[in-house]
């Protein structure tokens, strides 16, 4: 299993961003998906999960941090997963991670990060 997260970049303070979640050899659809990052000196963050959407409705959460800002959402043709990320502040800046459950199709205890695979990050710079 290989997940792959993209899109990262430089961006301005206010600026928009999206970032994806690819898997290889299966796609995301059935999956519980979550959303890391980790700044500079910083411990790893929760940002967001998505619940599958084959055994689940699929429900969202997000941290505080985020929520109102960020919205994560399925590409249903693709099979992946998207974070689009607005009204972005410099304290944003971070490399982000996707993470995958393969059995458990809720985001129970997202926040903890129990998740079975995580993929490499993508870099996030929000300038000021």
């Known amino acids: 299993v290989q997940l792959q997260a993209s899109g990262g970049g430089l961006v301005q303070a206010g600026g928009s961003l999206r970032i994806s979640c690819e898997a290889s050899?299966?796609?995301?659809?059935?999956?519980?998906v979550g959303w890391f990052r980790q700044g500079p000196g910083k411990a790893r963050e929760a940002v967001s999960c998505i619940a599958s959407s084959v055994r689940t409705a699929g429900a969202k959460h997000y941290d505080l941090s985020v929520a109102g800002r960020f919205s994560v959402s399925r590409d249903e043709v693709k099979g992946t997963v998207s974070l689009r990320m607005t009204e972005m502040k410099p304290e944003d800046t971070a490399a982000y991670f996707c993470?995958?459950?393969?059995?458990?199709?809720?985001?129970?205890?997202?926040?903890?990060?129990?998740?079975?695979?995580w993929g490499q990050g993508t870099q996030v710079t929000v300038s000021s």
């Open positions: 993470a995958v459950r393969m059995s458990v199709a809720d985001c129970r205890d997202w926040r903890q990060g129990s998740f079975d695979y």
């Open positions: 050899g299966f796609t995301l659809d059935d999956h519980a």
